[in-house]
């Protein structure tokens, strides 16, 4: 968790440099304007946003994303189907997929997979469009997200408290799942063929195979 202690340190290192200035309140409300100017903006991404894209908004910035790979889209509907089947079967809460948009402090996300804990879900409504922090978040590699993905997605999820993150990687066909100790994502796992059980979805445990081959998909449902 190096990146994470660094991102710290800097964070604590800009608040002591503006801190050391004597016009440290011009400084902050230098930033204050630029951060209204910033909600105006995401005020009319909300307006303008449609069902139709797959769009986020990052840090001030719209992200349009491209059409994925059809090995992205696989890892991901076969993802999603195991996690469905057994939160649905044991009444554990709701199952978002690639549509869904997040709204934390100052981002929207629309992660590939993410799941809300019953406690959550049923304060949802059936016409909802933005959604609170989940309790999991799954986020597909692709070259085009990579950098956001391990970035600034993995500390804002961090920051806002998301219990578990996994980064799944559909070219290496790997897992990489951190869970959340005290403020801090920690690494349990990063493999390509072993089992991987989820803190977030109670008692929900795959064979990481199962994500990237269709064979082991079928078995892993059939126990499920």
């Not at 002591?16 to 903006?41: F, G, H, T």
């Not at 989940?134 to 956001?148: C, F, K, N, Q, W």
């Not at 100790?181 to 803190?199: H, M, N, R, T, W």
Request: proline share 4%; hydrophobic share 40%.
């Amino acid at each position: 968790m190096e990146t994470q202690l660094l991102t710290k340190e800097m964070s604590n290192r800009i608040v002591s440099e503006i801190m050391n200035v004597p016009d440290a309140y011009l400084v902050l409300d230098a930033v204050q304007k630029a951060l209204d100017e910033e909600r105006k903006r995401r005020l009319k991404f909300y307006n303008d946003i449609t069902e139709q894209e797959k769009v986020e908004f990052i840090n001030g910035k719209i992200v349009v994303h491209s059409p994925v790979k059809m090995k992205h889209n696989q890892a991901s509907l076969n993802l999603a189907q195991l996690m469905n089947i057994y939160v649905s079967k044991y009444d554990l809460g709701f199952v978002g997929i690639e549509k869904i948009m997040i709204t934390l402090t100052r981002n929207d996300y629309e992660p590939d997979i993410c799941f809300f804990r019953k406690e959550k879900a049923v304060m949802l409504s059936a016409d909802q469009t933005l959604f609170p922090a989940p309790d999991l978040v799954v986020e597909i590699l692709s070259t085009s997200t990579e950098a956001r993905d391990r970035g600034v997605k993995f500390d804002d999820y961090q920051a806002h408290g998301i219990e578990e993150y996994w980064i799944i990687d559909p070219e290496n066909e790997t897992l990489e799942q951190y869970h959340l100790v005290g403020e801090e994502y920690k690494l349990i796992l990063k493999a390509p063929s072993i089992d991987v059980k989820s803190f977030a979805i109670d008692g929900f445990q795959i064979p990481i195979r199962a994500i990237f081959d269709y064979a082991e998909n079928l078995k892993a449902i059939q126990n499920l």
